[in-house]
């Protein structure tokens, strides 16, 4: 069975600076995709950036990009500039190829000013 | 339109009601997933909907009923809960794994429905 750790469970960064959240994942499967997915207090879960596994270039979005190691089983997310919009709960998430979307236990960010 | 919309947001109810939960989304999605969510704990899947035909139970108690009428509708049906039921139930939607572009896979949620049983 496919599983998701998210060794932060809390972190925290001040305001414009770079915090790197952690994710590791085991399967045997070569082929499925990963994902991080924003939950702000308001609830509303909302996807970050995603990453085909067969694809070696790394995922970025705006501020957000990943550090995606295939043969480590490691997908890092890297925040930029952070904001004080960007606290929220983060989830890793892993895809496999009966479509189950699998969450890791998520980790607390907390921008501060 | 790219939301998925869930009903009601709140929900209270005695363990002997019945009720239900309702999801809508018009992106064209025929993949539909409700999942479960306990406070400050990661989503846990409860059922799939691939092509409005139930593909994937994760074991759920039959006192969860999904119903996928049409290829924009989703209902869990809510019958003889159990305090621990109370979470938050999220619905999500997505293009299916086969179909061939850069949007399959990708989960749309919406903002949930918070159930509580008394």
């Known amino acids: 069975a496919q599983t998701v750790t998210q060794s932060q469970p809390e972190m925290s960064v001040q305001e414009a600076e770079t915090v790197t959240l952690s994710c590791t994942y085991d399967t045997s499967e070569n082929n499925y995709y990963l994902f991080w997915y924003k939950q702000p207090p308001s609830r509303q879960m909302i996807l970050v950036i995603r990453q085909e596994a067969y694809k070696q270039q790394n995922a970025t979005e705006n501020r957000f990009s990943v550090n995606f190691q295939k043969a480590a089983k490691s997908f890092s997310l890297k925040i930029s500039d952070s904001q004080l919009g960007d606290t929220a709960m983060y989830f890793c998430a892993f895809m496999d190829t009966g479509g189950k979307l699998i969450f890791g236990q998520g980790t607390e960010l907390s921008v501060k000013p | 339109d790219t939301e998925v919309t869930q009903t009601p947001k709140h929900l209270v109810m005695g363990m002997t009601n019945k009720k239900s939960l309702k999801c809508e989304q018009h992106m064209g999605h025929r993949a539909m997933y409700w999942y479960k969510q306990k406070a400050k704990k990661p989503p846990e899947l409860m059922f799939v909907?691939?092509?409005?035909?139930?593909?994937i139970n994760e074991s759920v108690p039959s006192r969860f009923s999904p119903e996928c009428p049409n290829s924009s509708l989703l209902n869990l049906h809510l019958h003889a809960l159990q305090p621990e039921d109370s979470a938050l139930y999220l619905c999500a939607s997505s293009h299916p794994r086969d179909r061939e572009d850069s949007g399959a896979n990708v989960l749309t949620f919406g903002a949930g429905s918070r159930l509580t049983v008394l």
């Open positions: 909907y691939s092509y409005e035909k139930l593909s």
